[in-house]
């Protein structure tokens, strides 16, 4: 093994990705088993994100997969990555995660995000109001979520759970908006490099200019969500992460579906523009041998000065998820566990 490994912690965002031929039951059950086996390799975080409308992604509540998450866990962390705070009420967030945070202290975070992580129309038909689904509305709402878990404009309302049993909270985005929010809240900040890698050193650079220390944190932790695949070989890694690409293509062209197999991917008649797409998406992300995964994350911690990583791999079967993440945990990260 090369002498150089990642030395900042690593940890992991799920979506429950739902195959074809296989049920929904079967992708919450393979992301619990995910989330067992990174807390043994000493992964620090596990994460899923809120999405809607998408047959491929079952973590469309976190809250109650995090319970589910946690009752079959000790050890690791687990948050949201994220809820969405458009689509739902700042007082619900924080019972639902004031919740969480009562029932295992010191093992939540609250990753929140400002986009909807769906189109409109589901949106409108998760919250019922054009009402807070604006992006000028989202700095308000945040300040109503923190102050019910603060207490400290009281009035008529007391979140129980919620007032005292505060998660740790990040603020997640995928351009400048959310990173100078998080700055000068002085809120740790997780980017969307994953789905937005041309955005990623700019929003950092606000994130970092904008900091203000808080009660929170007393100097800015960034921490950058990439997607990764490893296996024994590169060949083998890109033809994994062949349903991945497809899948993304079908969603952003209004065609979304199940995780298609890496056969039917590798088969898949991409045109030029789409291949291209696909190409495009790769730009920055980790994919490959462990010698290959090793370089490119390397390369992103130096690019980035991320404090931490966290891996995203979206993949058809969840024993090549296990693999990829064990791969990189003992060959990449120099065996994890003393970096969890």
Not at 195 to 220: E, G, H, V
């Amino acid at each position: 093994m090369a002498d150089r490994v990642i030395t900042v912690p690593l940890s992991v965002l799920d979506l429950a990705p739902v195959a074809k031929a296989t049920t929904v039951g079967a992708a919450l059950e393979a992301t619990t088993e995910l989330a067992r086996r990174t807390e043994e390799l000493g992964y620090h975080r596990f994460w899923v994100a809120e999405h809607h409308n998408m047959p491929a992604i079952a973590s469309s509540a976190p809250a109650v997969l995090l319970a589910h998450l946690a009752a079959n866990t000790s050890t690791i962390r687990l948050g949201s990555g994220g809820v969405m705070l458009p689509n739902h009420a700042p007082l619900v967030v924080a019972e639902q995660f004031g919740t969480l945070e009562a029932l295992h202290p010191g093992r939540i975070d609250l990753g929140i995000g400002r986009a909807p992580g769906t189109d409109q129309v589901t949106a409108l038909a998760l919250r019922r109001t054009m009402e807070g689904l604006s992006a000028e509305g989202f700095p308000r709402e945040l300040a109503d979520l923190m102050n019910y878990f603060s207490g400290e404009r009281p009035g008529q309302i007391t979140a129980t759970p919620g007032h005292g049993e505060q998660p740790a909270v990040w603020l997640l985005g995928s351009s400048g908006f959310s990173a100078q929010l998080a700055g000068l809240l002085g809120l740790p900040f997780s980017f969307a490099h994953h789905f937005s890698s041309a955005n990623t050193l700019p929003a950092l650079a606000l994130y970092r200019q904008n900091f203000r220390p808080s009660q929170w944190l007393d100097k800015p932790y960034a921490m950058v969500a990439v997607n990764a695949v490893c296996a024994d070989t590169d060949e083998r890694a890109e033809w994994l992460a062949g349903p991945s690409a497809l899948s993304f293509l079908k969603l952003r062209s209004g065609r979304p579906e199940p995780l298609s197999t890496p056969d039917e991917a590798a088969a898949y008649p991409y045109s030029e523009i789409e291949r291209e797409f696909v190409l495009q998406r790769r730009d920055g992300q980790a994919m490959g041998s462990p010698e290959t995964v090793r370089r490119q994350l390397t390369e992103l911690v130096e690019r980035t000065g991320a404090d931490e990583l966290m891996l995203t791999t979206l993949v058809y079967d969840v024993q090549d998820r296990v693999r990829s993440y064990e791969l990189i945990a003992e060959q990449v990260a120099g065996g994890l566990r003393q970096g969890a």
